[in-house]
T-cell receptor
Framework: DAGVTQSPTHLIKTRGQQVTLRCSPK?????VSWYQQALGQGPQFIFQ???????QRGNFPDRFSGHQFPNYSSELNVNALLLGDSALYLC???????????????FGQGTRLTVV | DAKTTQPNSMESNEEEPVHLPCNHS???????IHWYRQLPSQGPEYVIH???SNVNNRMASLAIAEDRKSSTLILHRATLRDAAVYYC??????????????FGKGTKLSVKP
């Protein structure tokens, strides 16, 4: 089992550009959550996808959007990049349903995005 | 959502036990106490979780106070590889977070040889 995989590992973009990050969840998991981690801070929840729909969203602007595919993989899109979007973007997979709080989430290694 | 309070940093010597404290005075009856750690340049990694009783696994032990308002993550013999940021998180299917992990700043553990 490859666990959670994210691509690319590193990315450099220019202000105003758009970026797409990808995540494949752990085998058997149906829910993907995305987090942004600025340097020296804890991860901040962006949104969660389940059954190809955004189910929950953190305090992030509409420039951040996502998608989930039938095979449960997911994409995070960020439009009109700002310098402040430079961060480590993490994907976590888990199983939806009652009792989810009694399970562990699995994280990928992240994508390091640098906006210049 | 209930919040947790952790020391910003702690130091330990290699091969000695480490006790990482976490306060969660507003914990609800349905909150599970989760611990994750993040090694440098890696994604967070699950360590352990529990509800009311103390828990042990191959990585660590979790001691939960009787009133559940605090807990302690115990690493029995710290190694250099245990140097990481440790996050104590309350996870609840019924609260505002709906089971998602809401991270604080965590405790940065340094391990000296």
């Amino acid at each position: 089992d490859a666990g959670v995989t994210q691509s690319p590992t590193h990315l450099i973009k220019t202000r105003g550009q758009q970026v797409t990050l990808r995540c494949s969840p752990k085998s058997g998991h149906d829910t993907v959550s995305w987090y942004q981690q600025a340097l020296g801070q804890g991860p901040q929840f962006i949104f969660q996808y389940y059954e190809e729909e955004e189910r929950q969203r953190g305090n992030f602007p509409d420039r951040f959007s996502g998608h989930q595919f039938p095979n449960y993989s997911s994409e995070l899109n960020v439009n009109a990049l700002l310098l402040g979007d430079s961060a480590l973007y993490l994907c976590a997979s888990s199983l939806m349903g009652q009792g989810r709080a009694n399970t562990e989430a699995f994280f990928g290694q992240g994508t390091r995005l640098t906006v210049v | 959502d209930a919040k947790t309070t952790q020391p910003n940093s702690m130091e330990s010597n290699e091969e000695e036990p480490v006790h990482l404290p976490c306060n969660h005075s507003t914990i609800s009856g349905t909150d599970y106490i989760h611990w994750y750690r993040q090694l440098p340049s890696q994604g967070p990694e699950y360590v352990i979780h529990g509800l009311t009783s103390n828990v042990n696994n191959r990585m660590a032990s979790l001691a939960i106070a009787e009133d559940r308002k605090s807990s302690t993550l115990i690493l029995h013999r710290a190694t250099l590889r245990d140097a990481a940021v440790y996050y104590c998180i309350l996870r609840d299917d019924y609260g505002g977070s709906q089971g998602n992990l809401i991270f604080g700043k965590g405790t940065k553990l340094s391990v000296k040889p």
